[in-house]
């Protein structure tokens, strides 16, 4: 692919996959056509970066669709500068998202290989605004917090309590929540005087798991 038929292939995903499907926020359809999405795929399935589909990229872990992508970061209702948690960094392409929406990510990632790699590919695609951080996601990383918006790339069979507790006032979490294998639920949860609660049902989903602890490859 040259760079200009890149280019053209993330102009044509948002346009056909993302604002079609009724993503509205101008930040983020401007996010999706700047991070290059081929990069955070395995070389041999570059050709299929900007199809509206998941990929896998190892260690039983996925890049999720564009379009999902995109609804989630809509749903987190960034306007610029806050401080962003990432639960599941995975090839680091969400992460570069939220980098172009916030001031602030902080990214975590339970596999070793995968949090080396995305680590080492936002670095070179000069994406400094974002921190991997090698841990249990399902913990949170309570020592950046509190954040203005989390975002879990995972689904989980319920809430993790940590990741409410490391909300800001006002601040939104977005995950998939549901049994695992099964069709999950996206939830908007929002942290109030009287602590965080459930405020939206977005749609259904369909996530790898959220894992506790950390694996080293």
């Known amino acids: 692919m040259s760079q200009e038929s890149e280019r053209e292939a993330r102009l044509r995903m948002v346009a056909e996959q993302i604002v079609k499907r009724g993503v509205r926020d101008e930040h983020v359809l401007a996010a999706l056509r700047t991070v290059p999405r081929h990069r955070f795929v395995p070389a041999e399935l570059r050709e299929q970066a900007y199809e509206d589909r998941p990929l896998p990229i190892g260690h039983e872990q996925t890049i999720s669709q564009p379009y999902i992508v995109a609804a989630m970061s ?3 209702e960034l306007r610029g500068g806050e401080r962003v948690l ?3 960094c995975g090839s680091g392409y969400q992460a570069a998202v939220l980098a172009e929406l916030a001031g602030e ?3 975590v990632e339970r596999v070793a290989p995968l949090a080396e790699r995305a680590r080492a590919l936002l670095a070179e695609l000069a994406y400094r605004n974002v921190e991997v951080v090698l841990a249990d996601g399902s913990l949170g ?3 950046r917090a509190p954040y203005d918006a989390i975002l ?3 689904g989980a069979s319920e809430v993790p309590p940590a990741l409410l507790d490391q909300l800001a006032p006002g601040g939104r979490l977005v995950l998939p929540v549901g049994p695992q294998g ?5 939830e908007r949860w929002r942290r109030g005087e009287a602590g965080a609660s ?3 049902d977005l749609m259904g989903v369909r996530f790898v798991p959220l894992l506790p602890g950390t694996a080293t490859s």
Request: hydrophobic share 50%; proline share 4%; aromatic share 0%.
């Open 105 to 107: 990510v902080v990214s």
């Open 182 to 186: 099964g069709v999950m639920r996206l």
């Open 86 to 88: 990432e639960v599941g």
């Open 152 to 154: 879990v790339a995972c």
């Open 198 to 200: 459930r405020t939206d």
């Open 74 to 76: 809509e749903a987190l």
């Open 141 to 143: 990383h309570p020592a």
